[in-house]
């Protein structure tokens, strides 16, 4: 149980596009989800919580703008990377909160590697 | 500053031996802490939790003690085996009421048959 789902595994755009990765939890629901950022041997950088209904919670230094959450449903999470530029290349993870309470694990998607050309 | 510190080296230990894995963190208070499992292209798999109320906790093969005077988990595998070659991440909760998780950067375990 408690799986997640991450769509595209890869993904390869060019400058100025805009990129949209999809976050699924496929047995559960998920009323929060949070997006992380990993580079090459450095930690999962948060950037976001998303919260199903409601707007997300950015981290500091984190463009909302460029960076675009929506948690339109229970099972559902999407990040839209707008105008992406190469320093946007990066593994990018969702994550989904398990029964919701305070300690509870997350459960991880296998993330997409996202080029930008 | 804030700072959760793993051992950047790769361990590198003989299948059989147990493997010690350290987490250390300054100027955070966690009320818990977890530890995941990470492959190369993979998302982090969940494997233990301990509260800061907990000196220690076990599940089969797995140790984690978490030391909060000295701000320090320790993560041990006994009896290795190839298979648990990967990146093992400790990560900090409970900080501001929230459910957001803090990661540390890692540490490589290569275990050689």
């Known amino acids: 149980g408690a799986v997640v789902s991450q769509h595209p595994s890869r993904v390869i755009c060019k400058s100025g596009t805009s990129v949209k990765i999809e976050c699924r939890s496929l047995d559960f629901q998920a009323t929060t989800m949070f997006w992380y950022r990993q580079f090459p041997k450095q930690s999962l950088m948060l950037m976001a919580t998303s919260n199903e209904g409601s707007k997300a919670t950015y981290e500091q230094g984190v463009e909302k703008d460029k960076f675009l959450i929506n948690h339109a449903s229970l099972t559902l999470s999407t990040l839209t990377v707008t105008s992406a530029h190469p320093e946007d290349s990066s593994f990018y993870i969702c994550?989904?909160?398990?029964?919701?309470?305070?300690?509870?694990?997350?459960?991880f998607g296998n993330g997409t590697r996202l080029t930008v050309t | 500053s804030q700072k959760i510190e793993q051992n950047s080296e790769a361990l590198n230990i003989q299948e059989g031996k147990t493997a010690t894995l350290t987490c250390n963190y300054t100027n955070y208070s966690p009320a818990y802490l977890q530890w995941y499992r990470q492959d190369p292209g993979r998302g982090p798999v969940f494997l233990l939790l301990?509260?800061?109320?907990?000196k220690e906790k076990r599940k089969e093969r797995l140790k984690v003690t978490f030391d909060t005077t000295l701000k320090q988990s320790l993560f041990h595998i006994t009896a290795s085996q190839p298979a648990d070659s990967a990146t093992y991440l400790c990560a900090l909760g409970g900080m501001d009421s929230s459910y957001k998780l803090i990661f540390g950067s890692g540490t490589r375990l290569l275990v050689r048959p």
């Open positions: 994550s989904a909160l398990g029964d919701g309470s305070y300690n509870s694990p997350l459960h």
């Open positions: 301990i509260r800061e109320n907990e």
